[in-house]
């Protein structure tokens, strides 16, 4: 497992829970998944992602996409 495979599986996974807290208590949830995907999109452009940072201090493998 590498750090591009565990953040795109985070980022997934945020967006599921963001969605489900929506549909179950409050619109307000959105702003979650709008957070995420602009990270996501930010990430694309610069290469910085606080997660990938931080997964690699805990000793993940590097990816092609957030390399070391």
Known sequence: MNVDRLVMRFAGSMVIVSVLLTY?????????????????????????????KIL?????APGTAFPS
């Open 56 to 60: 690699r201090k805990a000793g993940v």
């Open 24 to 52: 179950y208590f409050s619109p307000w949830w959105l702003l979650l998944a709008l957070f995420v995907g602009l990270n996501l999109l930010q990430a694309s452009f610069t290469g910085f992602c606080p997660l990938a």
